[in-house]
């Protein structure tokens, strides 16, 4: 099994490439810790399987996943996140991955997570899984119920994520790669999408889904 590793903190990674490389039959392709690094990572290198953190700068492990499913559709993604609300899974579930493992698991539980996903099935940590199913029930839906994000296009949304990092904008024209005047229209109608006209309330909305971490990971 030939695995991408991505977390934003460099001693978890090494903890996590140590455990990985101890497991039978996994490889290591290489590690990241910025969200734009490991969706071209893992365009070049196809590995069959991404781990993958949520809080990841510049783009999210959301963003990442949802862009990966049409870029490498045959490399399954496992998130592997702190975040147990039913919000991040759900975010997670609707951008495509494969599986979902908090952090705080038994070690034990990464190679059957690795495993089930790998061999095509979809894997939630027992923590998660019954208030994920709880909610289904209150949709009324197979797939979880939308949220203000979806509004946005996938540029808008890594747009507000650089907004909520604290980013000016001419910094997030230089790390796009467009003009300020593009950054400027991206984000007059993210704000508008949102309903949102001030930097401090787009900020929270961040916080609120995920995009920026409300505390250390």
């Known amino acids: 099994m030939r695995v991408l590793l ?6 978890v990674r090494a903890g996590l490439r140590a455990l990985l490389e101890s497991l039978p039959d996994v490889t290591v392709l290489a590690e990241s810790g910025d969200g734009q690094e490991v969706l071209e990572l893992a365009g070049r290198l196809r590995p069959d399987v991404l781990l993958l953190d949520i809080s990841l700068p510049g783009l999210n492990g959301i963003e990442v996943a949802r862009r990966l499913a049409r870029l490498c559709p ?10 147990t609300a039913t919000e991040y899974v759900a975010q997670a579930l609707r951008a495509g991955v494969a599986g979902y493992l908090v952090k705080d698991s038994a070690v034990d539980e990464l ?9 095509g099935r979809t894997y939630l940590s027992p923590a ?3 208030a ?20 946005l296009t ?5 747009t507000l994520q650089l907004i909520a990092e604290g980013h000016g ?15 400027e229209t991206h984000r007059a109608q993210l704000m508008e999408r949102l309903g949102i006209y001030d ?13 920026v971490p409300t505390e250390s990971t």
């Open 6 to 11: 991505a977390d934003d903190h460099k001693l």
């Open 74 to 83: 045959a490399t399954r993604v496992l998130i592997l996140s702190m975040h």
């Open 111 to 119: 190679k059957v997570a690795l495993d089930s996903v790998h061999q």
């Open 128 to 130: 998660i899984s019954g």
């Open 132 to 151: 994920v199913v709880a909610g289904f029930l209150r949709t009324g839906e197979g797939a979880p119920a939308p949220n203000e994000l979806d509004l």
């Open 154 to 158: 996938p540029r808008q949304r890594e």
């Open 169 to 183: 904008t001419r910094g997030i024209a230089a790390r796009l790669g467009v003009s300020v005047k593009t950054v």
């Open 199 to 211: 930097v401090p309330a787009l900020v929270r909305l961040a916080m609120r889904h995920g995009l």
